[in-house]
C-alpha cells in the first residue's frame, strides 16, 4: 500500500476493482465504511455481487479479465473530460516528457517485439533525451509525442461501445463508475483504489496496476490522505517476507539477485544504479549501492571487506532472463530436474493452479523437508487419493512448527506497519517456530561442511548465522550497526552501536543491515519502535487518522508514500482539512515527509516522485516487460474469437511451460468449454484452507465445495441450487456444491451471452468429504514481468453429478 | 441501569467475527453442516449456536439486495419467555443490565413452551443437558466490565453496547442517516428489546422472524391467557 | 460507564499483564449465580497477532496455567478496534486443536505411514540430505562459462507465515547453500 489501513477513511472515492475487501480483508472494511459514514462513494468492480458489494453504493459486475478495458475506458474518460488534476499532471507526471521516436503501437504490439523470444527490446520506447542527458520535455503539452498526447492516442479505442462489448458491463454502468470516480481529480478531492489478488492474477496483472497507477496519477490522488494504491495483501506477512525477499529474482530490499554477466559487485552496482542528470530529482534509488554493502556486510561479517568485493563472488547468480518462480519449479521438478527442498508454512498441492501437474511432481521427489502446524494436501500428498504410495519414492521430513501466539518476532502489515508480537506460551508438543528450524538445519550442514569439505564450502561457511534463533537481535541485525567507529558530519558512532535510519548506510562497510528498508525501526535511542503502543496524535495527525507511533511502519514512519505529492510547489496543501504534511516556518509538520528537502519551487526543492530516476509519476513507464502502457489482452483462455481492440489475443509476452501432459490450453472460443471461471479465497477460510479447515465454528460456517452460478445458467444445465455438479477443464475435473445466486450474472459479450462461475479454492481432500481443490481447473500460464499466474479466468464446463465422491 | 445493543444492519459485512467469537467464547463443540447452496451456516440457531449470521438475498429489477441479520436473543424488556416458564428461577432477568438469562434450571421446562412464547423464534435445547440454550449477552464479560463477545469482535461498527438510553439515542441518530437512502428503513421493536436492530428494507426480507409483529412483547397476564400458542405454532412450522 | 480493555488494565512494556477483575458499580443480583465467573479472570495476557491476512490483526492471548484460554481483537489496535473476523475470533481453536502437528514425522520412500522421530535424528538426516544433494549438483560456472555457484536441483517454498526475523535467517540460509529456486506467496 502507497497508503495505509486507517487512511481509507479518509477518501473521498474508495474504489475496489480486484478485490473483495469485505470478505478477504474483513477489516479493512471498518476504514471502507468510516470513509462511506461521511459521504466518500463506494465503488465494487467485480464479476460478482459480494459481501463488499452489499456495502458498497453500488456494484457492477464485469467479465474477469476485462481490467484493462474498464480502466482504459476510464484514462480515456478522464482525458476526453478534462477531469484530471492539470498542475498534478503537469508538475508531478511525465505527462510533459517526450517519448522517444522509435517508439510506435500497431494493432496490439507495440515496437520492438520478437515473435521468436516472445520479449520486447525496450529501449525502443525510451524517452527523448537532450545533449545533456536530460529527458526532452514540453511543458506547453503541445508536442504530439508528449506523454500525455502519446497516452490519449493509446486510450483513444477505449471507447464505451467497445468497453461495453469486452466487458460486458452497460455503457450507463460505465460513466456512472467513471463520473464518480473522475470527481476526485479536484485538488481537495481524495479517492483510493483497493485491488489484491484479482488483479495480480491475470496474464496482464501489473499491467492492470499500472493502469490503476496512470488513473491516480491523471486524478493526482498520489500522496494524499485518502488516495493512492493499495495492494490489500494476502498473506499475514507478505509483505515483510517480500521485503525479506523470498523470491528467485530479488535479494533482501529490492535489489534484483545476481546474474551471471554481473560478474563483480562494481559491475552489479553499475548495472542496477540509476542515474539521472536532473538536480531536482531525487532519485533515491542511487543509494542502492550503500543497500547493498551493508546487506553482504550484514551476512558475511568481518569477511566481506572491500578488497574481496564484500562476499560477492560467493552469492548464487541467475543465468540473464532465468526465470525460477512456482511456475518453473513445478515445471522442471515435474521433468525430474529438482530433487529435493524446502516447504515452510505453503501449501502448493492446493494452493498453486493446475494441481494435478504440481501432485504429480512433488510426486517424483527424492526428498522434501515441510514445516507446518497442520498436516494438508501438500505434507500428505503421497497418500492422495487415487495416488499409490508404494510408488512415491519422496523422503519427507515432516517438522512441527509453532503456531503464531507460540512464537515473538515482527510481522509487516499491509500498510507497512512493523508491528511485534508477543510469546504468549511455549510451542505446544516438541514444535519449534520456523526460524530456529532453519537455524538448527544449517548449522548441522555448516558441521559437516567444516569438517569433511565438499563443493564451494565458502559459500556455506562464510555467511554469520546465528547458533540460536533469537528474534529480538535478529531485529537488531536486520536494522543493522556500525561494523566499526566512524564519524559522520559531526557525529560520532562506535562500532556496535544500531544504524539510525538508513540515509546513514555506507558503501565502505562501515554500516550492515539485513534489509535497509527497516533501518531506523530499532534505534539505541527509543529501542524497538515495532513494540510503541502509543495512539497519541496531534491534531493535524488526529484528522487523517494517522498513529506515527503507534509501532514503526518503513521507511522511516513514513505512513503515506510520495506524500510531497500531496502540497503544491510552495508545501501547501491540497485539501488543507486532510494535510498529510505541510511547510510551515521552514520546516515539514504531519507526518514524516519523502525527505527533508523543502518544497520543489524552492531552492533545494525536489519533486515528489523520489523514487523514480526522473522524479515524476510515470503516466508512460518504459521499463514494463509487456509495453509502457496497459493494453487490452483476452486472459490466456477466452471465450472470445476476437480481440476487438487488435489482431492480438493474449499477451504476446505471457510466461507458458510444456513440460507435463496438463500444460494445455483451450482454443479461444473452445465450444467444449464455454464458461469462464473465476476462483478466489473467503471470509472463513484462509487461503487453501489448510489451517481454518481445522477450526469447528469456520468448518462449520463454510464446510465444503461450492459453485456460485447463476440462475440463468443453472437452468440451461438443469441444476438446481444445491446439486453437486461437475466442473471441468481441459486439465481436471472438480465437484461441487451448486450455489444458484442472483448475485452472479450472465455477461452480454460482444452481443452473446458468456456465463462465468466462481467458486473457492479451500477446501482440500485431507479434510474429509469437503471437496477438493478448485485449481486442478486452473492453467499454468502467467505475467511476463511478475509470472504471477493466471487463476482468476480460465474456462470451463458444468454439469449436474451422476456419481459423487469428493463431498 | 439496563442495557442495550445497537445492531446496525447497515454496517454489517457478514464477516461472522460475532458467530465465531460468541461460540470460541463459550466454547460450544462443532456442529456438522453441509453446504446447502447459501453461505447461511448452520442453517438455524441451534444449542450450541446462539449467535447466527443470516443472508437473504433479493433481486430487486437490476439490484441485487443481499441483507445480513446477525440474529439471537432480543432480551426482551419484559420477557414472554419468562412469563411462559413454570420453572423457578429457570428464567430471570438480571436486574442490573436487563439480560434474559436461561440458568441450569430451564433444563425442567417445557421446550415447546418456551419457544413458542419467543415472537423471534430463539430458545433452543442442548440434546444432552435438556437445558434450554440461548445467548445470555455475556452477562460474564459484562459483569467484569468487558463487551459483549458479539460486540466486542464486530470492527464495523455494527454493533454497540451501552446504557440503554443512550443507545436508544445512537439507534435513532443512525435511523435518521440512514432513512435519506432507504426511506423504508426503521428500528425494530425498539421499545421492547435490549437487542435493537437497524433494518434498510422491510424487516420480512432479512429474516421471518426479525420483528415481532403480535402485539409484543406479551405481558404474563396475557400469557397466561394462552395468547402465545399461535406464535409457538408459527415457529414449529417454521422449524419444519 | 465506558467499556474498553484500557477501561480496566493498562499494558505493561512487556507486553504481558496479569487479569484481576473488580466488579465496580455493578448490583450482581440474581445473575451472580449463573455467571458465577469470568474464564479469563486471574490470566496472562499478551499481545500477539491473527495469522491470517494482512490486516495484521492485533490480539489478545489469555494465558492460564500455561495454556491459551482466549484469543480476543486488541482494541488499541488502530485498524480492528478490537474486532476480529471470522477466522481470527476461531484463534483460540485453532491453536489448541487436537490435529496440530506436534512431533516431527517422518515418512519413508514408497511408506503408507507417518512414522515419529527425535528432532535430532531429523535435522542430522536432513543436512546429510541436503549435503549430498549440494555436492553432486552445485554448479560453479554456467554454459557461458560464468561464474553462478549455484544449485538448481534444490528449491524452496513459502513462507509469508515466518516473522520478518525468520524471512531473513530463511534468505540467508538458502543464499548460503546456493540456492536459486526461491519463491513464496507473493506470488501466488
Known amino acids: 500500500m502507497t497508503n495505509h489501513y486507517t487512511d481509507i477513511g479518509n477518501a473521498d472515492a474508495v474504489f475496489i476493482i480486484g478485490s473483495n475487501a469485505a470478505e478477504h480483508h474483513p477489516i479493512s472494511f471498518r476504514w471502507v465504511l468510516k470513509a462511506k459514514d461521511k459521504g466518500a462513494v463506494v465503488i465494487h468492480v467485480d464479476p460478482k455481487f459480494s459481501r463488499t458489494s452489499a456495502r458498497s453504493t453500488f456494484h457492477v459486475p464485469l467479465r474477469s479479465g476485462t481490467d484493462i478495458a474498464f480502466m482504459g475506458g476510464m484514462a480515456k474518460y478522464i482525458l476526453d473530460n478534462k477531469k484530471y488534476f492539470a498542475d498534478y499532471v503537469l508538475d508531478y507526471t511525465n505527462a510533459s516528457f517526450l517519448v522517444g521516436e522509435s517508439y510506435s503501437f500497431k494493432d496490439g504490439l507495440f515496437s520492438g517485439f520478437d ?19 536530460l529527458v526532452k520535455r514540453d511543458k506547453t503539452l503541445a508536442h504530439p509525442r508528449c506523454v500525455i498526447n502519446v497516452l490519449a492516442k493509446h486510450y483513444e479505442r477505449y471507447n464505451l461501445d467497445i468497453v461495453s462489448q469486452v466487458t460486458g458491463v452497460s455503457q450507463e454502468n460505465l460513466v456512472k463508475v467513471y463520473e464518480a470516480y473522475a470527481a476526485t481529480g ?8 483497493l485491488y489484491a489478488l484479482g488483479w495480480t492474477q491475470h496474464t496482464v496483472g501489473v499491467q492492470n496496476i499500472r493502469l490503476a497507477g496512470i488513473v491516480q496519477l491523471l486524478l493526482g490522488n498520489f500522496g494524499v490522505a485518502g488516495g493512492g494504491i493499495n495492494a490489500l495483501r494476502g498473506e499475514p506477512n507478505v509483505q515483510g517476507s517480500t521485503d525479506h525477499a523470498l523470491l528467485y529474482g530479488y535479494i ?25 542528470k536532473d538536480p531536482k530529482s531525487v532519485n533515491w534509488w542511487a543509494n542502492r549501492p550503500k543497500y547493498i554493502v551493508s546487506l553482504l556486510k550484514g551476512w558475511f561479517g568481518d569477511y566481506a571487506t572491500a578488497e574481496n568485493d564484500f562476499g560477492y563472488s560467493l552469492l548464487p547468480k541467475l543465468d540473464p532472463g532465468m526465470d525460477c518462480s512456482h511456475l518453473f519449479i513445478f515445471d522442471r521438478m515435474y521433468q525430474g530436474k529438482i530433487k529435493g527442498g524446502f516447504i515452510f508454512g505453503h501449501n502448493p498441492c492446493q494452493s498453486f493452479p493446475n494441481s494435478n501437474k504440481v501432485r504429480k511432481a512433488v510426486d517424483k521427489l527424492d526428498w522434501l523437508v515441510v514445516g507446518e502446524v497442520f498436516h494438508n494436501e501438500t505434507t500428505d500428498n503421497w497418500r492422495r487419493p487415487g495416488a499409490d504410495p508404494k510408488k512415491c519414492k519422496t523422503e519427507i521430513f515432516l517438522l512441527p512448527s509453532a503456531y503464531r501466539a507460540e512464537k515473538e518476532g515482527t510481522i509487516s502489515n499491509s500498510g507497512r506497519w512493523h508491528m511485534w508480537h508477543y510469546k504468549a506460551i511455549e510451542p505446544i508438543g516438541q514444535c519449534r517456530n520456523m526460524g530456529e528450524m532453519f537455524v538448527q538445519i544449517m548449522a548441522k550442514v555448516r558441521a559437516l561442511y567444516a569438517k569433511k569439505g565438499g563443493a564451494l564450502p565458502d559459500q556455506v561457511l562464510k555467511h554469520e548465522l546465528p547458533d540460536r534463533f533469537d528474534a529480538e537481535e535478529m531485529t537488531r541485525k536486520i536494522n543493522g550497526f556500525f561494523t566499526r567507529d566512524v564519524k559522520i558530519g559531526e557525529k560520532e558512532y562506535k562500532k556496535g552501536q544500531l544504524v539510525p535510519g538508513f540515509p546513514l548506510l555506507q ?60 502540497v503544491d510547489q510552495n508545501g501547501n496543501p491540497f485539501n488543507p482539512e486532510k494535510a498529510v504534511i505541510a511547510w510551515q516556518e521552514g520546516k515539514w509538520v504531519g507526518d ?24 515524476h509519476g510515470q503516466l508512460y513507464g518504459p521499463g514494463r516487460e509487456d509495453g509502457p502502457m496497459p493494453e487490452h489482452y483476452e486472459p490466456a483462455e477466452t471465450p472470445l474469437t476476437v480481440n476487438p481492440f487488435s489482431a492480438q489475443m493474449s499477451n504476446p509476452c505471457m510466461k507458458t511451460v510444456s513440460g507435463s501432459e496438463y500444460d494445455v490450453l483451450c482454443a479461444n472460443g473452445d465450444p467444449r468449454f464455454p464458461i469462464v471461471l473465476t476462483t478466489y479465497c473467503m471470509t472463513e477460510h484462509w487461503c487453501s484452507g489448510s489451517e481454518t479447515r481445522n477450526g469447528p465454528a469456520l468448518l462449520e460456517a463454510e464446510p465444503q465445495q461450492y459453485v456460485e452460478m447463476s440462475p440463468q445458467l443453472a437452468e440451461e444445465k438443469g441444476v438446481k441450487n444445491g446439486d453437486v455438479v461437475v466442473v471441468e477443464s481441459l486439465r481436471g475435473r472438480v465437484e461441487a456444491v451448486a450455489m444458484v445466486t442472483v448475485r452472479i450474472r450472465p455477461f452480454t459479450i460482444m452481443g452473446k451471452t458468456v456465463h462465468l462461475v466462481g467458486m473457492p479454492f479451500a477446501f482440500g481432500w485431507t479434510k474429509p468429504k469437503c471437496g477438493d481443490a478448485v485449481n486442478r481447473l486452473t492453467c499454468s500460464v502467467g505475467d511476463p514481468n511478475t509470472t504471477i499466474p493466471e487463476y482468476k479466468a480460465c474456462l470451463v464446463n458444468l454439469k449436474k453429478a451422476d456419481k459423487v465422491t469428493e463431498l | ?89 429457570g428464567i430471570i432477568q438480571d436486574a442490573a443490565t436487563g439480560a434474559v438469562i436461561y440458568t441450569e434450571l430451564t433444563a425442567k421446562d417445557d421446550l415447546e413452551t418456551i419457544r413458542g412464547a419467543c415472537p423471534y423464534d430463539i430458545p433452543r435445547q442442548d440434546p444432552k443437558t435438556k437445558r434450554l440454550i440461548k445467548c445470555d449477552m455475556c452477562i460474564d464479560r459484562i459483569q467484569a466490565n468487558l463487551l459483549p463477545m458479539c460486540v466486542k469482535s464486530c470492527a464495523m461498527g455494527a454493533m454497540s453496547f451501552g446504557e440503554r438510553a443512550d443507545i436508544l439515542k445512537q439507534a435513532e441518530a443512525r435511523l435518521e442517516a440512514v432513512k435519506k437512502e432507504f426511506p423504508k428503513a426503521s428500528l425494530l421493536n425498539k421499545d421492547e428489546v435490549a437487542m435493537i436492530y437497524l433494518v434498510a428494507d422491510e424487516p420480512a426480507k432479512y429474516y421471518k422472524f426479525a420483528v415481532a409483529e403480535a402485539p409484543s412483547p406479551m405481558t404474563r397476564k396475557s400469557l397466561l391467557a394462552g395468547v402465545f400458542s399461535p406464535l409457538r405454532r408459527m415457529a414449529k412450522s417454521m422449524q419444519g | 460507564m465506558k467499556v474498553s480493555r484500557r477501561g480496566f488494565i493498562k499494558m505493561t512494556g512487556a507486553g504481558a499483564a496479569c487479569l484481576t477483575l473488580s466488579r465496580l458499580g455493578i448490583d450482581l443480583g440474581p445473575a451472580q449465580a449463573y455467571a458465577a ?23 489478545l492471548v489469555h494465558v492460564k496455567d500455561g495454556k491459551i484460554i482466549n484469543i480476543e481483537g486488541d482494541p488499541d489496535y488502530p485498524v480492528s478496534g478490537g474486532g476480529l473476523c471470522a477466522k481470527g475470533a476461531a484463534l483460540r481453536s485453532l491453536h489448541v486443536s487436537e490435529k496440530r502437528i506436534t512431533k516431527p ?84
Open chain 1, 115 to 133: 515473435p521468436a523470444k516472445k520479449k520486447y527490446d525496450k529501449s525502443q520506447w525510451a524517452f527523448e533525451k537532450d545533449e545533456n542527458g
Open chain 1, 186 to 193: 479536484k485538488p481537495d478531492k481524495a479517492g483510493t483504489i
Open chain 1, 252 to 276: 533482501p530490499g529490492y535489489h534484483n539477485a545476481p546474474i551471471s554477466t554481473w560478474k563483480t559487485l562494481e559491475e552489479y552496482q553499475k548495472a542496477n544504479t540509476p542515474v539521472t
Open chain 1, 507 to 566: 558503501t565502505d562497510g562501515s554500516t550492515s543491515s539485513l534489509c535497509w528498508v527497516y533501518c531506523g525501526g530499532y534505534t539505541e535511542a527509543e529501542g524497538n519502535l515495532a513494540k510503541r503502543r502509543d495512539l497519541t496524535q496531534t491534531p493535524m495527525q488526529a484528522k487523517i487518522h494517522l498513529y506515527p507511533k503507534f509501532a514503526w511502519a518503513w521507511p522511516m514512519n513514513r505512513r503515506v508514500l510520495y506524500n510531497r505529492a500531496s
Open chain 1, 592 to 615: 514524516v515527509p519523502d525527505g527533508p528537502a523543502p518544497p520543489m519551487a524552492m531552492e533545494g526543492g525536489k519533486y515528489p516522485f523520489i523514487m523514480c530516476t526522473d522524479g
Open chain 2, 1 to 89: 441501569m439496563p442495557k442495550a445493543i445497537f445492531i446496525d444492519t447497515t454496517h454489517c459485512t457478514a464477516c461472522r467475527g460475532c458467530q465465531v467469537g460468541c461460540k470460541e467464547w463459550k466454547n460450544y463443540p462443532p456442529v456438522p453442516t453441509k453446504q446447502l447452496g447459501t453461505h447461511q451456516n448452520p442453517p438455524d440457531l441451534g444449542p450450541y449456536n446462539v449467535k447466527l449470521v443470516r443472508f437473504s438475498e433479493h433481486l430487486e429489477g437490476d439490484t441485487v439486495r443481499w441483507y445480513f441479520f446477525p440474529d439471537c436473543c432480543r432480551h426482551c424488556v419484559d420477557p414472554p419467555c419468562k412469563g411462559a416458564s413454570s420453572v423457578e428461577g
Open chain 3, 37 to 59: 465467573g469470568l474464564k479469563i479472570e486471574g490470566s496472562k495476557e499478551v499481545i500477539s497477532i491473527c495469522p491470517f491476512c494482512s490486516c495484521g490483526c492485533n490480539t
Open chain 3, 105 to 188: 514425522m517422518y515418512r519413508a520412500p514408497g511408506s503408507d505411514k507417518w512414522v515419529e522421530k527425535d528432532w535430532n535424528w531429523m535435522l542430522d538426516r536432513i543436512a546429510q540430505k541436503v549435503k549430498e544433494q549440494r555436492d553432486k549438483d552445485f554448479v560453479l560456472k554456467n554454459a557461458d562459462g560464468l561464474e553462478v555457484n549455484r544449485l538448481e536441483s534444490v528449491f524452496s517454498l513459502g513462507s509469508s507465515q515466518m516473522s520478518n526475523e525468520e524471512c531473513a535467517v530463511a534468505h540467508q540460509s538458502l543464499r548460503s547453500l546456493g540456492l536459486v529456486h526461491i519463491d513464496h506467496q507473493a506470488r501466488v
